[in-house]
T-cell receptor, first 111, second 115 residues
Framework: SQQGEEDPQALSIQEGENATMNCSYKTSINNLQWYRQNSGRGLVHLILIRSNEREKHSGRLRVTLDTSKKSSSLLITASRAADTASYFCATGIQGAQKLVFGQGTRLTINP | GAGVSQSPSNKVTEKGKDVELRCDPI?????LYWYRQSLGQGLEFLIY????????KSGLPSDRFSAERTGGSVSTLTIQRTQQEDSAVYLC?????????????FGPGTRLTVT
């Protein structure tokens, strides 16, 4: 079964608005990574947050991690049409080298 | 620098045939991973290499699937006697080291269609 569950499954907003996506997981992690995928092909790495970090920023992206609640959120500010994509959280589980992915959130930015 | 590359980008094969998928990781990345993505199963881990050895093969779905890595660089994923349920996008990723500390960078994937 998938480690991560993402919420919402789909999100549609107007250009310029902020988009928030959430990810919950079940087991202890070393880190949590967010990826973007366009058109069902390669994954683009967005940001990695370690288990001892609570918040991280990269450009218009802000990621938070709450290990007590086993949850993370990805905020994209001032959204653009080019942000339309699927977004996945992936957890680096303690004791394992693989990433375990959530089902993803399909984000649509309307012009 | 160059990212992870995969070939072919698309592969159509008949049921029962063998296929080989290739991955060239980012230069200097010691860890290499294979995943696959299908509509029903999402993104699934298949196998992990550290150097040329594969300490975690737990995601390989059957003994028809195998993978090797040579020279600590290129990896090939082989699927023997392909079945229709093998149709998926096969993604390769590499990282500088342990997933606990490093990002995984993905290639564009190989879309496999078994007819």
């Amino acid at each position: 079964s998938q480690q991560g569950e993402e919420d919402p499954q789909a999100l549609s907003i107007q250009e310029g608005e902020n988009a928030t996506m959430n990810c919950s997981y079940k087991t202890s992690i070393n880190n949590l990574q967010w990826y973007r995928q366009n058109s069902g092909r390669g994954l683009v790495h967005l940001i990695l947050i370690r288990s001892n970090e609570r918040e991280k920023h990269s450009g218009r992206l802000r990621v938070t991690l709450d290990t007590s609640k086993k949850s993370s959120s990805l905020l994209i500010t001032a959204s653009r049409a080019a942000d339309t994509a699927s977004y996945f959280c992936a957890t680096g589980i303690q004791g394992a080298q693989k990433l375990v992915f959530g089902q993803g959130t399909r984000l649509t930015i309307n012009p | 620098g160059a990212g992870v590359s995969q070939s072919p980008s698309n592969k159509v094969t008949e049921k029962g045939k063998d296929v080989e998928l290739r991955c060239d990781p980012i230069s200097g990345h010691t860890a290499l991973y294979w995943y696959r993505q299908s509509l029903g199963q999402g993104l699934e881990f298949l196998i992990y290499f550290q150097g040329n050895s594969a300490p975690d093969k737990s995601g390989l779905p059957s003994d028809r699937f195998s993978a090797e890595r040579t020279g600590g660089s290129v990896s090939t994923l082989t699927i023997q006697r392909t079945q229709q349920e093998d149709s998926a996008v096969y993604l390769c990723a590499s990282s500088l080291g342990s997933t606990g500390f490093y990002e995984q960078y993905f290639g564009p994937g190989t879309r496999l269609t078994v007819t």
